[in-house]
């Protein structure tokens, strides 16, 4: 998945990414980095600006690959009406788009953009979180499953659309905790509809708010956790506490990580193993996995 930025110019759109520390819009035509899936994307997204961007304001434009066709969520557009409704359907049809939505609206829906969770097929809502690159999701998936071993009752934190809760559902007992009330709906219709999976439950809940406390983890053999960029430090204090034999820590920010392990070690957790996943290329930021473990 990516995000372009996206301008109406006199000569038609203009799309592509930002120059480094910059709002110049750099146009992308033999693009490196992205999938050749969001390159064939780029003629639609084009004639989405030319319908529906102007001279004076930037868009935002997500575009996702999904089992579906490329799902696109479109922001800082025009105000729609029946005319542009209609337009932007055109362009959604033509182009074989499998969702369009514009300013969270949802305007076409040609198929649904699924998402493949292990044996689970998830519609996520539009602009839902997913790992950047199919190769990046499935070795933090490894690094998990390698991490949580053969625990029969896992926690997932900051589940999302079920990234990980789905998978690890083979083999294990689930409860996924996230504060997206929608992610939390597709992924237990996902789970719902798929063959041969162990029981998954979901709780919508705002884990920087109201973390899960011990008691309520007094269940888990395993927790897998994989918090945004600022990290998890109110649950990770709640996790110190807490009796969970292993931790699965998987993060997008090694500043944040590091302060998060370092409450978990002195709550008493041994970091066993880290590393780390460069799922962008030719940049610094880098992903990262860790396990954790409690000492009897």
């Known amino acids: 998945r990516a995000t372009l930025s996206a301008r109406r110019t006199k000569g038609g759109a203009l799309v592509g990414f930002h120059a480094r520390q910059s709002g110049t819009i750099i146009p992308i035509p033999e693009c490196k980095l992205l999938h050749p899936d969001l390159m064939a994307a780029m003629p639609a997204l084009e004639a989405l600006v030319k319908i529906g961007g102007s001279r004076s304001a930037e868009l935002s434009l997500t575009v996702t690959r999904s089992l579906g066709g490329p799902d696109v969520a479109v922001t800082g557009g025009k105000p729609l009406d029946a005319g542009l409704r209609a337009a932007l359907a055109q362009v959604a049809e033509a182009q074989a788009l499998a969702r369009l939505t514009w300013e969270g609206e949802t305007i076409a829906l040609r198929v649904p953009p699924a998402q493949a969770f292990g044996p689970a097929r998830v519609v996520p809502p539009p602009s839902a979180f997913l790992q950047a690159t199919a190769e990046g999701e499935a070795a933090l998936l490894a690094a998990a499953s390698d ?3 053969d625990a029969r009752t896992v926690t997932d934190l900051f589940a999302g659309a079920g990234t990980f809760t789905l998978p690890l559902a083979a083999g294990a007992e689930v409860h996924a905790v996230e504060g997206d009330a929608a992610m939390m709906a597709a992924l237990d219709r996902g789970w719902r509809q798929a063959p041969g999976l162990k029981r998954v439950t979901v709780e919508t809940r705002d884990l920087f708010r109201r973390p899960l406390e011990p008691d309520e983890l007094r269940k888990a053999e395993a927790v897998v956790i994989d918090p945004p960029r600022a990290g ?31 409450i978990l070690m002195r709550g008493g957790y041994r970091l066993d193993w880290g590393q780390g996943v460069d799922q962008f290329r030719w940049s610094s930021h880098v992903e990262l996995a860790a396990r954790f473990s409690r000492p009897a």
């Open 147 to 149: 991490a949580i071993g």
């Open 232 to 262: 998890a430090e109110a649950q990770a204090r709640a996790l110190a506490r807490a009796a969970v034999p292993v931790v699965a820590f998987v993060s997008c920010n090694p500043v944040t990580f590091a302060r998060d392990a370092l």
